[in-house]
């Protein structure tokens, strides 16, 4: 008898993209196998992201979109899981009656074992909630993370039998315990929870093992793994240098820091562990301190400038990223224009930002000041133009330059290869396909606003 088929579509951050993997890794020990397409499955499962309500919203339209599918296939089975499904629950099936299950992101390692019995013709699951199990754990085999850096999704899961991916998430905590004033996250995914070191190490060295060359260890707020109290027991400095220690493991990366969590032993690693790379993401969220206090973020500006320039003189080189909200409750134009100008002040290379929304369950969902849609829409524009700027500068700046390129696969034309130099800068050049998961050393002779083009200067097959 052929086994059954799962697609699973994939929203949101790296987290998701990490629990789509483990859910896959799990139904294949089922016997499910992955289908390349929604056509395909007999059980589609939408994994979703409820940060933002946009977001949330898209997911609700591909779910509604899947009806016809289900109409042309009456016995294919509906599921979604993440943190609209923790959020909205039995909602889900009011307004998407033609859903079979729904699951919260701390019930994944349930589904399996549900799919074996569950039919088209019986009333829907919902599983919301912490897990029955002490710590949320689901007693699977080891988990099998996803690559694709900055996915947002949809996205499929593709089999993860054989080789792993040259670049790998690895989640070493769940949940958050900050509570900041505009996020719904510590409500859906509960509070930190830290996973054994040894644990981590065995997955860490599995991935190496098989070929995942570049690892990026996933926390909501990843720099306090193993704070007192929490699961693990040891510290983040401590478990990425033994992690850096890995043979075989060219590339060490992880996100996302909270500036109020990051030790000076942490800003010491930059430029200390050779394959720790040259970039950092680092969430500001806004260049107010009465907003900043207003978000919860416990750090100031003058507090958050002091952690970079420590940062920098660690690592002369380091690049860093960030997030912003524009137009959060009660944010005067001033306010805003303070915001703009730490873009000019820190020189990101890169930020992620967005037009504040209000989201259930949250402390800024409560509060007065409003900023109208339109004048979000149009702080955020000037935002992005000002960092579209700062970030063409620095390409600018890049060319003639020679990079190591982590080649993870091949360009939109022929003959064209695609990779991340160590400070994340995708680099685009020729080259033979052979140089895919291998390091390439890249002149950089044009610059381009997402990306910066290169001329094949030589190439490391065998790593660093």
């Known amino acids: 008898m052929p086994s059954k088929s799962l697609y699973i579509a994939t929203y949101g951050c790296q ?46 339209g591909h779910l509604k979109r899947l009806r016809a599918l289900k109409l042309k296939n009456p016995d294919l089975l509906l599921g979604v899981g993440g943190c609209v499904a923790e959020q909205e629950g039995r909602r889900l099936i009011e307004e998407v009656p033609w859903l079979n299950l729904v ?19 019986m009333p829907p699951v919902v599983l919301a909630g912490p897990s029955p199990e002490a710590h949320g754990r689901d007693g699977g085999p080891p988990l099998v993370p996803m690559a694709a850096a900055g996915q947002v999704g949809p996205s499929r899961v593709p089999d993860q039998k054989g080789p792993a991916p040259i670049s790998s998430f690895l989640t070493i905590m769940s949940g958050c315990d900050n509570y900041c004033a505009y996020c719904v996250v510590p409500y859906l995914r509960g509070p930190e929870i830290s996973r054994p070191r040894e644990e981590i190490l065995e997955e860490a060295r599995d991935l190496v093992g098989r070929g995942g060359v570049e690892l990026t260890l996933l926390g909501q707020n990843v720099n306090s793994y193993g704070r007192p109290g929490h699961r693990g027991g040891e510290d983040f400095v401590s478990l990425l240098e033994e992690v850096s220690r890995i043979p075989g493991l060219w590339r060490l990366r992880f996100t996302t820091s909270h500036p109020k969590d990051f030790p000076p032993s942490l800003v010491g690693l930059f430029g200390k562990l050779p394959n720790l790379c040259e970039h950092l993401h680092l969430p500001l969220q806004a260049g107010s301190d009465r907003i900043l206090e207003a978000m919860g973020r416990r750090y100031s500006k003058t507090r958050y400038l002091e952690l970079v320039a420590c940062l920098r003189k660690s690592c002369p080189g380091l690049a860093l990223s960030t997030d912003i909200i524009v137009g959060f409750p009660g944010e005067t134009e001033e306010e805003f224009l303070e915001t703009v100008a ?61 990079l190591e390129v982590l080649v993870f696969g091949l360009g939109r034309r022929p003959g064209q290869l695609s990779g991340r130099a160590r400070d994340m800068s995708l680099v685009n050049f020729d080259g033979p396909a052979w140089l895919v998961g291998r390091l390439a050393m890249v002149d950089i002779i044009e610059a381009w606003p997402v990306s910066l083009i290169g001329r094949l200067a030589g190439t490391n097959g065998d790593g660093p």
């Not at 699951?103 to 013709?121: C, N, W």
């Not at 524009?381 to 500068?393: E, G, H, N, R, Y």
């Open 15 to 60: 987290m998701n993209v990490y629990d789509s993997g483990r859910l896959g890794s799990l139904m294949r020990q089922k016997g499910w196998a992955m289908a390349e397409s929604q056509d395909q499955a007999d059980f589609i499962f939408v994994n979703t992201c409820s940060i933002r309500e946009k977001a949330a919203r898209r997911v609700i």
């Open 103 to 121: 699951a919260g992101p701390a019930r994944l390692g349930e589904i399996p074992e549900i799919m074996e019995t569950l039919s088209a013709d």
């Open 342 to 402: 730490m873009l000019e002040t820190v020189g990101f290379d890169s930020i992620f930002s967005f037009k504040y929304s209000d989201r259930p369950m949250t402390k800024a969902n409560l509060l007065p000041g409003k900023i109208p849609e339109e004048e979000k829409a149009r702080r955020l524009s000037f935002l992005q133009a000002t960092q579209k700027a700062i970030t063409m500068a620095k390409h600018q700046s890049m060319v003639g330059r020679t």
